[in-house]
């Protein structure tokens, strides 16, 4: 940024079967930056392998509209490897993570901005404060997550954090610079500092389309953040394990006094059932643990790409 030259947000919006949205989400965030002149706006929609008609539709808002930029992947890599490709493909001096389904309201921007700008924050996020329109199941088990996660891990995730946020360059950098293959944004963000200004905003229900998560993608989504960010359960598994031999011991002492006492009636089957099957379960839960950790590193030693490009707006072909 030098003299007279506006400063220029890049907007990432990943976008999965979303051919409804993007226009709409297009003309509601033209509106929004008509309100702010000094800023040069670049939109970055990542088809995230759509099986719908958006790729059709970012090409030709791309074609009309000098600011649209767009990127196709081969597949449905997921909204985390759209957020990477959105990230690494943004030249703005700032760059805001936006949904495609309006659920994140764009005329929050301007707030978001002077935040960075005028009060020197590196990074404005922002949290829902309430969760209209999710099914109470969803909710309840999101809350339990918040709390497990930040209890067991160094990274704190803040509860109703959105994925929705505009940051400075540097802080982009600094996430493109971690380079694993198990991306749980959520994290990274929170992983990499900066001073974070949060702001609040109601949920609004999505715009068309449907929800691309289901609660047991969600569920196992929030296992990898929890593997990703911590390697407690790990010394958890070990704690069990310790507090186990302390009680066989502290058994074995009680079951030799008892014969000492009372002589050897042979008695307690059933006890005995139960408690190997608790120890047995208990065991396959901590394998359980570890195999995860060693299921991720099998992941990330494999060194894949986290996507593969497909196509790219003219103007990036050119570039790449
Ligand atoms: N999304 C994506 N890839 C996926 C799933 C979702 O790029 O595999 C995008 C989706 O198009 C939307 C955003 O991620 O822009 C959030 O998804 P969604 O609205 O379905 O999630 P929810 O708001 O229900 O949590
Ligand atoms: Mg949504």
């Not at 901005?113 to 829902?128: K, L, N, P, Q, S």
């Not at 999710?134 to 918040?146: H, L, T, V």
């Not at 068309?208 to 196992?220: P, R, V």
Request: with cysteine; net charge neutral.
């Amino acid at each position: 940024m030098s003299g007279t030259k506006n400063a220029k947000i890049s907007i990432v919006v990943p976008c999965y079967n979303e051919e409804e949205s993007i226009p709409l989400f297009l003309s509601r965030i033209t509106t929004v930056a008509a309100d702010m002149p000094s800023v040069d706006l670049e939109l970055i929609f990542v088809d995230d392998g759509s099986t719908d008609r958006s790729l059709e539709v970012m090409r030709s808002l791309a074609k009309d509209n000098p600011q649209v930029r767009y990127i196709s992947f081969s597949r449905n890599f997921g909204k985390e490897a759209a957020l990477l490709a959105g990230l690494e493909a943004s030249t703005g001096d700032f760059v805001a993570v936006m949904d495609a389904d309006l659920q994140h309201p764009p005329e929050l921007l301007p707030q978001m901005y002077m935040g960075i700008v005028d009060e020197g924050f590196d990074c404005v996020a922002t949290r829902r404060v309430n969760r209209k329109g999710e099914p109470p199941i969803r909710s309840f088990f999101s809350k339990r997550f918040y709390r497990l996660t930040n209890r067991i891990s160094q990274t704190e995730i803040v509860d109703g954090a959105t994925d929705y946020r505009l940051m400075t360059r540097q802080m982009v950098d600094a996430i493109l610079s971690l380079k694993e293959y198990n991306r749980f944004s959520k994290g990274l963000f929170s992983w990499v500092g900066f001073s974070t200004k949060w702001i609040e905003f109601q949920n609004a229900p999505r715009i068309a389309g449907s929800t691309k998560w289901n609660f047991w993608q969600l569920f196992l989504y929030s296992l990898d953040g929890i593997v990703a960010f911590s390697v407690r359960p790990l010394a958890i598994s070990s704690f069990f394990g310790m507090l186990f031999c302390l009680i066989a011991i502290l058994g074995a002492v009680f079951i030799v006094v008892r014969w000492l006492v009372l002589g050897d009636p042979v008695q307690g089957w059933a006890s005995t059932v139960c408690i190997i099957l608790f120890v047995g379960g208990i065991q396959l839960f901590c394998a359980g643990i570890l195999g995860q950790y060693v299921a991720k590193s099998y992941l990330e030693a494999k060194g894949r790409p986290v996507y593969i490009v497909k196509e790219k707006s003219a103007e990036d072909s050119q570039n790449a």
